[in-house]
């Protein structure tokens, strides 16, 4: 599996934990990627990928009910809503992966985390985001 896949897949599964249990288990995400992770290099990259989109939760999450017409945040599966703020994040404040790229990501892992529309679901919403970010510009 390529490393930034693994990452992403990580980060999903932290912004999962934070958005369930709450932002108290910040500090123990380190602890949480050691124990799921051997590599240096992809535990880092989970992690600022996790610290970027958690602290730019309301940018992200504004992105995502703006784009996910006629669906209040509340109302979306965890692991969808986890797997859209990661896109989301890598879309807004990540210009050096490409917008397909992190498109296709995102798909992949609503099928291996999310449920069977989740996969159509998500990639609607980062469709709709993108184009939004593009007429923002």
């Known amino acids: 599996m390529d490393k930034r896949t693994r990452a992403r897949e990580l980060a999903v599964q932290a912004i999962y934990q934070l958005d369930v249990q709450g932002p108290d288990l910040l500090e123990y995400l380190g602890q949480f990627f050691i124990e799921n992770e051997p590599d240096d290099s992809i535990r880092t990259l989970a992690a600022d990928w996790t610290t970027g989109t958690w602290e730019n939760l309301a940018a992200c999450d504004e992105l995502i009910v703006g784009s996910a017409l006629k669906w209040r945040l509340s109302r979306?599966?965890?692991?969808?809503?986890?797997?859209?703020?990661?896109?989301?994040?890598?879309?807004?404040?990540?210009?050096?992966?490409?917008?397909?790229?992190?498109?296709?990501?995102?798909?992949?892992?609503?099928?291996?985390?999310?449920?069977?529309?989740?996969?159509?679901?998500?990639?609607?919403?980062?469709?709709?985001v993108l184009n939004r970010l593009k007429n923002q510009h």
């Not at 490409?98 to 291996?112: C, F, Q, T, W, Y």
């Not at 989740?118 to 990639?123: A, E, I």
Request: proline letters at 9%; hydrophobic letters at 45%.
């Open 76 to 128: 979306l599966v965890p692991v969808d809503r986890s797997i859209l703020r990661l896109s989301v994040y890598q879309l807004k404040f990540c210009p050096e992966i490409p917008a397909p790229v992190v498109i296709n990501e995102a798909i992949e892992l609503a099928k291996k985390f999310g449920a069977e529309k989740s996969p159509s679901f998500v990639n609607g919403v980062l469709d709709a």
